[in-house]
């Protein structure tokens, strides 16, 4: 069955520091992989958006890598803001064109 | 760039009511989706239209749920009758095409509480 699993369920870390999200997927074949924020009452962003070739992806203070030969990725949040607070999605999308969503991660940055 | 706009962004009703989301992609996109996100997991696939067809509606409760895209451009999602589980944020987002690698912008969502 094709699935995408996400650790930490949620994670409280202070402003500035640093955090790493982490997604196994067990969709196969793969065609790529995404990583979205949600803010709370919002639709989710794209973030990253990577391909079987790609092993990193940075997005200003994100950075998303890919190991399609252990089929996991992380998202690595650097000098974390307030405004990182949301819930980070990690999105698998197999060659029938279908998006394969885990549960997210929900983040909270305190001051 | 206009986003993809969803009306209305709250919703309250009583079970058995029936009720309907509507909303506008952004110009030029051909494939619209409608997802469910319950609280707590990520996005399921209601319904997937490439123009004014329907290309899966596999996981859409049929018996209770409608959609349609009329003229390939704006869609609506109904619920007749709704039932306490349907509580939800009912996602719309749009994307060029449906193949792969398309990227898929969503909207803000209409937060659906049945009592």
């Known amino acids: 069955k094709n699935q995408v699993e996400q650790s930490p369920q949620s994670l409280i870390i202070l402003e500035g520091k640093n955090c790493t999200l982490q997604?196994?997927?067990?969709?196969?074949?793969?065609?790529?992989l995404r990583w979205y924020k949600q803010d709370t009452g919002r639709g989710p962003v794209s973030l990253t958006i990577?391909?079987?070739?790609?092993n990193t992806k940075s997005n200003g203070r994100y950075t998303a890598t890919l190991d399609a030969d252990t089929k996991q990725s992380s998202l690595h949040i650097t000098a974390s803001q307030l405004s990182d607070s949301a819930s980070y999605i990690c999105?698998?999308?197999?060659?029938?064109?279908?998006?394969?969503f885990g549960q997210g991660t929900t983040l909270q940055v305190k001051p | 760039e206009a986003g993809v706009a969803q009306s209305p962004r709250y919703k309250i009703i009583e079970k058995r009511q029936s009720v309907a989301f509507w909303c506008n992609p952004i110009?030029?996109?051909?494939?619209l989706y409608w997802y469910q996100q319950i609280l707590g997991q990520g996005p399921k696939l209601l319904i997937q239209?490439?123009?004014?067809?329907?290309?899966?509606d596999s996981q859409l409760p049929k018996d209770r749920f409608s959609a349609e895209r009329l003229k390939g451009v704006d869609s609506t999602l109904k619920i007749q009758p709704a039932k306490l589980e349907d509580s939800a944020v009912y996602l719309c987002?749009?994307?060029?095409?449906?193949?792969?690698?398309?990227?898929?912008?969503f909207g803000s969502g209409t937060r659906l509480t049945v009592v």
């Open positions: 987002a749009s994307s060029p095409g449906a193949g792969i690698g398309y990227g898929y912008t």
């Open positions: 997604c196994n997927y067990t969709v196969s074949p793969f065609s790529n």
């Open positions: 990577m391909t079987f070739s790609e």
């Open positions: 999105v698998v999308q197999g060659n029938t064109g279908k998006l394969i």
């Open positions: 110009s030029g996109h051909a494939t």
């Open positions: 239209f490439q123009n004014n067809g329907v290309v899966d």
